[in-house]
Structure formats: C-alpha cells, structure tokens
C-alpha cells in the first residue's frame, strides 16, 4: 500500500498505464497470428522461411483465394507501448560485457546476453544474479552457473592434458632428433678413421715398395 502524506493521499503519476492489459493483448494477438511466408516456399527448398509480398498477376496467393497462406494485414501489431518490450513488461538491453550491467536498470530493463564466449557468459550470469538482474535468454541462471563451471573445469583440465601431452611429444621429438645427429656424427667419425685406415696402409705400402727399390 502506499502512504498517504499530510497533503492527503499519495496519488499515482500522471500519465503511467498498467502495461499489463497491452501486454495480456499483445499475447492474443501473437497466439492466433499465422506464419507469413513467401508463395511456393513449400515446394522450392532454396525460398528462405520469410515473407516476400506475391507480384504475379495470376498469383492466388495475391488473390487470396481459399487453401492459400495468409497474406500480411493490418491488425497483426502489438500495441505501440508494449512493442518490442519482453513477456514481463521490461525493456531489452544487450550486453557483452559484466561492466555494461552497471547501467542496466532492473526495474525497468531485462538483460539479454550477447554472443560471448564462455567464460565471460558466465561472469556476466554471475554479476546478474548478484545485481538481481533478470536475464531473457537464460531461465535457470542458478543452473547454469553450475553446468557452465562444470563444463568450463573440464575444458581447463582437458586443455592441461592436451598441454601435456604437446610437451611430451616435443620432448620425444627433440629426443629423436639428438640421437639421429649422434648417429650421423658417429657414422661421419667412423667413415673418416676408416679413410685415415685406408690413407695408413697406402703410407705403408708405399714405403716397402721404396724399399724393394
């Protein structure tokens, strides 16, 4: 209830309607509105699921005749205050990051958020339920807070194990690598002593055939 002031009671602001009506209105007319889509989207898969005014002159959709989809007329709007505006009444405000919750108005506006990673989705969730801010596109935000922890700490230990493994392969690599040029320094050391084996036993040779002569 509200309180009454020495000046008398407390009077309503000029002006501020009850959205309630428009909004029970708006959710009439949205339940009997038909889907308008384009002339022969039923028959071609390319046509995309949205309307496209019929021009042909001998279009039955234009004509309207019976067994036909609903051509687009006037009457289908919602009401000009509650357009636009969510299911509660609240106006829609997009956000992307925690630091926008700051200007949002929970009396009046309802958050909806952005396409954003995980873990800065769940920060802003986070922030929201601290603030008490409604959030359009998460019903459950209590949870979602746990399922996205859960899931975020299985990506974090997914990614270590993925880290670890990368180290592993490198350390093998690097492994590999050291006993392959071990094993052509090896070969290289060992053909140059049988060249010098070689280079010996002609020295040797040479000096008895000087010898003999």
């Known amino acids: 209830m509200e309180k009454a002031s020495a000046k008398g009671p407390a009077k309503k602001e000029p002006g501020k309607r009850s959205l309630e009506p428009l909004l029970q209105v708006r959710s009439i007319l949205k339940a009997k509105k038909p889907e308008f889509l384009r002339q022969d989207v039923y028959k071609r898969k390319s046509l995309q699921r949205k309307w496209r005014k019929p021009k042909g002159m001998h279009s039955k959709l234009r004509q309207k005749h019976a067994g036909h989809p609903s051509m687009v007329?006037?009457?289908?709007?919602?009401?000009?205050?509650?357009?636009?505006?969510?299911?509660?009444?609240?106006?829609?405000?997009?956000?992307?990051?925690?630091?926008?919750?700051?200007?949002?108005?929970?009396?009046?506006?309802?958050?909806?958020?952005?396409?954003?990673?995980?873990?800065?989705?769940?920060?802003?969730?986070?922030?929201?339920?601290?603030?008490?801010?409604?959030?359009?596109?998460?019903?459950?935000?209590?949870?979602?807070?746990?399922?996205?922890?859960?899931?975020?700490?299985?990506?974090?230990?997914?990614?270590?194990?993925?880290?670890?493994?990368?180290?592993?392969?490198k350390k093998e690599l690097e492994k590999k690598a050291a006993e392959k040029k071990k094993e052509e320094t090896e070969g290289i050391e060992k053909a140059i002593s049988e060249e010098e084996r070689k280079e010996l036993e002609k020295q040797e040779r040479d000096k008895v055939l000087t010898k003999r002569e």
């Open 73 to 169: 007329t006037k009457g289908w709007k919602s009401p000009r205050a509650v357009r636009g505006l969510s299911p509660e009444g609240l106006q829609n405000v997009l956000v992307h990051t925690v630091e926008e919750l700051q200007h949002v108005d929970k009396a009046t506006q309802i958050v909806t958020i952005g396409k954003v990673g995980l873990k800065n989705r769940l920060a802003i969730v986070q922030k929201a339920v601290q603030l008490s801010i409604k959030i359009s596109n998460i019903k459950d935000p209590a949870g979602y807070l746990k399922i996205a922890e859960d899931t975020l700490r299985q990506q974090r230990a997914e990614k270590q194990t993925k880290q670890k493994e990368k180290e592993q392969q």
